[in-house]
């Protein structure tokens, strides 16, 4: 059964480090490709990271690329998402999908067509 589950969400000062994990079943991680999105309250949501199972290539929303870490334990089918140096507008809601098989690794929501159903993250002190 194809499932996508987020976890590692919480409060977190700025400045401060936290380490969000996307562990996958029912479907090989090294055929698609796997993105982290969030949404803030009001906001749409946004592509942050992605990462192509097949060669591990990375992309990242520029305002996230020298904070931000994304990869893979292929072992524990699982996409994990470092984030460093967090700001009060980090905070949101963080999803992570799965593209189409054999799909580049893109931003756009359009592109993924299997969810999470997110994890929270408050940046607050």
């Known amino acids: 059964q194809l499932q996508l589950v987020e976890s590692g969400g919480g409060l977190v000062q700025p400045g401060g480090s936290l380490r969000l994990s996307c562990t996958i079943s029912?479907?090989?991680?090294?055929?698609?490709?796997i993105a982290w999105f969030r949404q803030a309250p009001g906001k749409d949501r946004e592509g942050i990271s992605c990462?192509?199972?097949?060669?591990?290539?990375?992309k990242y929303l520029d305002s996230v690329k020298d904070r931000f870490s994304i990869s893979i334990n292929y072992g524990a089918n699982t996409v994990y998402l470092q984030l460093d140096r967090v700001l009060p507008e980090d905070t949101g809601v963080y999803f992570c999908?799965?593209?189409?098989?054999?799909?580049?690794?893109?931003?756009?929501?359009?592109?993924?067509?299997?969810w999470g159903r997110g994890t929270q993250v408050t940046v607050s002190s």
């Open positions: 990462i192509v199972g097949s060669d591990e290539s990375t």
């Open positions: 029912g479907f090989d991680l090294q055929l698609y490709s």
């Open positions: 999908a799965r593209s189409a098989r054999f799909a580049l690794c893109e931003l756009s929501p359009s592109r993924y067509g299997a």
